[in-house]
């Protein structure tokens, strides 16, 4: 994923609730992702309009703001690698 540009959701890719336990869930083409506590948090975020930056700052996170950028990155770039999450251009 090139740094700088926005994140969001792959096509085909959405953001669900379990219907019966209303715990988040990734969906993607052939795979499913259930997400907890700060990766709920970053996903419902990642509409294409934020920069990482901005997506920190709208965590809000009590930790150091270096510690959360590379925590959200981390979890970025994993959620890359399955193909679920893209950027858009600067």
């Known amino acids: 994923m090139r740094h700088g540009g926005r ?16 715990r988040a869930i990734l ?6 992702l259930l997400l907890d506590g ?5 996903v419902a ?4 309009t934020r920069t990482r930056e901005e997506i ?9 703001r270096t510690r959360v950028l590379a925590d959200v990155e981390a979890f970025l770039e994993a959620l890359a690698a399955r193909r679920l999450v893209e950027e858009t251009p600067p």
């Open 56 to 64: 920190v700052l709208a965590l809000g996170a009590k930790a150091p």
């Open 38 to 42: 700060p990766a709920h948090a970053i």
């Open 7 to 22: 994140p969001r959701l792959r096509r085909g890719v959405r953001l669900i609730a379990d219907p019966l336990t209303g």
């Open 27 to 32: 969906l993607g083409p052939e795979r499913a």
């Open 45 to 48: 975020l990642l509409d294409g």
